[in-house]
């Protein structure tokens, strides 16, 4: 099985190390054939192609602006795609992620999962957010 996640986690791009993301991910493709990753990440940051694992690899999106995320997205998408057919598009939230993943599903007729980890509206931290 050929698995494309995404999400925000830089630490899968080369970023700065948050929890036991990179270790965790390493793990995870122990079950699968191929599982790629592609994070948001601004082009001023300089991100590059990651290596995780033999069959686990991040992709950065490089974007100009977060607006431009879902565009680069789909675009690094097609390229994995071509690659080795993906079987299933697993996103990290509901709403930016969530809605490249919807896009995905329709334009390659793939399996989409989208998580929701935690409950953002009772987060009196999240809610202050733009």
């Known amino acids: 099985m050929h698995i494309v996640n995404i999400g925000t986690d830089k630490t899968l791009v080369g970023g ?16 699968v054939d191929q599982l790629d990753v592609i994070v948001y990440t601004n082009k001023n940051e300089g991100l590059k192609k990651f290596v995780i694992s033999d069959n686990v690899i991040g992709h950065p999106t490089n974007s100009l602006a977060k607006i431009f995320f879902i565009f680069d997205a789909v675009k690094i998408f097609q390229k994995i795609n071509q690659e080795k057919k993906v079987d299933v598009a697993v996103c990290q939230d509901p709403f930016v992620m969530g809605l490249a993943g919807v896009l995905l599903k329709f334009k390659y007729k793939i399996k989409l999962q989208v998580n929701f980890h935690g409950d953002f509206w009772q987060n009196k931290n999240w809610l202050k957010e733009n």
């Open 16 to 31: 700065p190390k948050l929890g036991d993301a990179l270790a965790r991910h390493a793990s995870y493709g122990r079950f």
